[in-house]
């Protein structure tokens, strides 16, 4: 397992990505549609590589995502932590018997080798577990 990057909901890509660019000046993927979580994705990278954050931009349709923005009156607000596992299924399992609930059912977040999660506790937050490198 290793750390993967930190995601953000965002209410405007754009405006963020110009706003970290100083710090995350590589665009990786600009506002790609995920439709699984009806979200436009934006992963930005250190200039080294480093280090990512992850952009999530929800659409209209995406009540939790934007009713959290809007709740916080801010445009932009950690969202989760994410972790490539090396056993996806194992890790899922593992969490889920641990007491974490599921927020988003396994789902292909760029393509069939990218199996994702979100997965929630109330001591820790939101947590995203992915299989595979971005």
């Not at 110009?18 to 990786?28: E, L, M, N, Q, R």
């Not at 090396?86 to 593992?94: A, R």
């Not at 929630?120 to 995203?128: C, L, M, Q, R």
Request: charged fraction near 15%; hydrophobic fraction near 45%; aromatic fraction near 12%.
């Amino acid at each position: 397992m290793r750390f993967s990057h930190i995601g953000y909901v965002v209410s405007d890509s754009a405006a963020t990505a110009g706003a970290v660019k100083p710090f995350f000046p590589v665009i990786v993927r600009f506002r790609e549609y995920v439709a699984a979580q009806k979200v436009f994705i934006t992963l930005l990278a250190t200039a080294d590589g480093s280090s990512q954050i992850e952009l999530v931009e929800p659409l209209e349709n995406n009540l939790p995502l934007r009713q959290l923005l809007a709740k916080s009156g801010k445009s932009s607000l950690p969202y989760h932590i994410c972790f490539e596992v090396n056993d996806f299924d194992e890790q899922f399992n593992v969490m889920k018997t641990a007491g974490w609930l599921v927020l988003t059912r396994p789902f292909n977040a760029f393509d069939s080798n990218h199996l994702s999660s979100h997965l929630y506790h109330p001591d820790a937050g939101v947590i995203e577990i992915m299989s595979g490198p971005l």
